[in-house]
């Protein structure tokens, strides 16, 4: 199944080219410089079981559409929730209010503008009925119990979203989307003697019906299983400076929350982020490539065009060391004259865009893990986190790690829980000193949050060995 037509799209929402023509002028009828319409018709549905018994089922359903005016570094905007043209009108004038000095704009000549689909489906979700997703689910929940006698406790869920887009400006774009968004997330809590212990697993993609597979249903039950056991043999071990070395995949958290937002071209604009006068200078090793890409086929974080019409791309950050871009929306790509990055994104037609992160990750090196861990005669290997803090400005960062090993003598030895990694996300880039061959975009429930809006993102990292972070343990 591909992308829906635009006109098939007007249609859906019940508008026409003149409908989008009027509201754009009103909202530029007080001397805006710029204005844009945001539709969206989203369905989402969530099944959950818990120990076996379906604990909850719901449904909702989000529409409406936002309109935005911006009037040179200002920026008014109104959504309704209806697509009705007289309550459209009406918050265009309110959007238009930012500007205060009426001009005759030239007549919108709207032309539609069509993109590569990263997101091709089989099966659209709003075909399959409930029961057969609980199939999954119960399979899942099922399969968990079986691997090992000592799980006690299992709580499984699988969420599905469809998303209908249409997006038009008075610079003349007219474009639309279909976004599917499936995830299926597993929980087990296991018991050993007076021990218990819980892991997770999850995956998250662009896909319709056809993400549900036995193969989907195995490796999540191996994968949550295996964590919660592990967790029996492990320690917390002594906290002080140490090497670290970053397992490949989860722990793009490092780039994503000490890293990437501080690239974000709203933060440089406003002088907040470290990196705001860095632009074309040295901030990292020569062999390090840093990348936001929105046009990995059915990732979580991927995106055909983003929520101001700019086509996707895959933008380097840091190419060769050098920091060679910010991530732009329209406001910030103008503030810096160059072109948008494709990264204006937003929660959802009540919310403005802003410049956000898509699928975030590093590029491979050439250093075999084995290696980079054979560099280190004391330090930890973590891969499996589940939480942080950090401050944008500074990139001074937290992150638990739920589990990893101590590395003694260049090799993994025993598994460690329950710690802490804390650091400067600047200094943590400028410490890598080894990049592994082995890059993992990691699939799981990733959703960044920014300015009370969350969007969903994906994230990636090879192996890297920092010299130097402060681990918290006993």
């Known amino acids: 199944m591909n992308n829906i037509t635009t006109e098939a799209m007007l249609s859906h929402f019940g508008v026409s080219m003149e409908d989008l023509k009027k509201v754009l002028a009103a909202a ?11 539709f969206q018709h989203t369905r989402s549905n969530q099944i959950s079981l818990r120990d076996g018994e379906v604990n909850r089922a719901a449904s909702n359903v989000d529409y409406g559409v936002g309109i935005r005016t911006v009037a040179g570094d200002q920026t008014g905007y109104a959504y309704v929730e209806n697509t009705l043209p007289e309550d459209m009108v009406r918050a265009a004038k309110t959007a238009a209010g930012i500007a205060s000095v009426a001009k005759q704009h030239k007549e919108i000549k709207l032309t539609e503008k069509y993109f590569h689909n990263y997101y091709p489906i089989e099966m659209p979700w709003e075909s399959v009925e409930i029961l057969r ?7 899942l929940n099922d399969r968990i119990f079986e691997l090992d006698k000592r799980v006690i406790k299992a709580i499984v869920a699988l969420s599905d979203a469809t998303s209908y887009t249409l997006f038009c400006n008075s610079e003349g774009v007219l474009t639309s989307d279909y976004r599917p968004m499936a995830l299926m997330h597993a929980s087990c809590t ?7 212990e819980n892991g997770h697993s999850s995956r998250a993609f662009r ?11 195995e490796t999540l039950a191996q994968e949550v299983v295996a964590q919660t056991a592990l967790m029996f043999k492990a320690v917390k071990p002594k906290g002080g400076e140490m090497p670290v070395v970053m397992g490949a995949g989860g722990s793009g958290i490092l780039l994503h929350e000490a890293i990437g937002h501080a690239f974000e071209a709203d933060f440089n604009r406003k002088g907040v982020s470290i990196f705001s006068d860095k632009l074309g200078k040295e901030v990292c090793d020569t062999s390090i490539n840093v990348v936001d890409d929105g046009t990995i086929e059915h990732a979580r974080g991927a995106i055909n065009y983003d929520d101001e019409g700019v086509e996707s791309q895959k933008t380097y950050i840091v190419k060769e060391g050098i920091l060679n871009s910010y991530l732009h929306d329209r406001i910030s790509a103008k503030h810096y004259d160059v072109a948008p990055t494709g990264n204006g994104r937003r929660q959802s037609f009540r919310h403005a865009p802003m410049p956000r992160m898509r699928v975030t990750y590093m590029e491979s090196g050439n250093i075999p893990e084995e290696e980079i861990i054979a560099q280190v005669k004391q330090g930890v290997y973590v891969d499996n986190f ?6 944008i400005g ?12 101590l590395i003694e003598n260049g090799r993994l030895t025993q598994p460690i829980k329950d710690i802490n990694v804390i650091g400067n996300g600047p200094r943590a880039l400028a410490d890598i000193t080894m990049v592994g061959n082995n890059l993992k975009i990691d699939e799981g429930t990733w959703t960044c ?9 994906g994230q990636g990292l090879p192996s890297v060995l920092i010299s130097k972070l402060i681990v918290g343990g006993e």
């Open 207 to 217: 896909q319709g019906f056809e993400f549900l597979s036995d193969e989907l249903v």
């Open 28 to 38: 530029l009828e007080k001397g805006g410089n710029y204005a844009d319409l945001y």
């Open 190 to 196: 296991m018991q050993d003697g007076t021990k218990i």
């Open 449 to 457: 949050g920014k300015e009370g809006q969350s969007v969903p993102v």
């Open 133 to 139: 997703k609980k199939e999954y689910v119960q399979k």
């Open 386 to 391: 589940t939480n942080g803090q950090v401050q």
């Open 394 to 405: 500074a990139g001074d960062f937290t992150f638990f790690v739920k589990t990893g090993y």
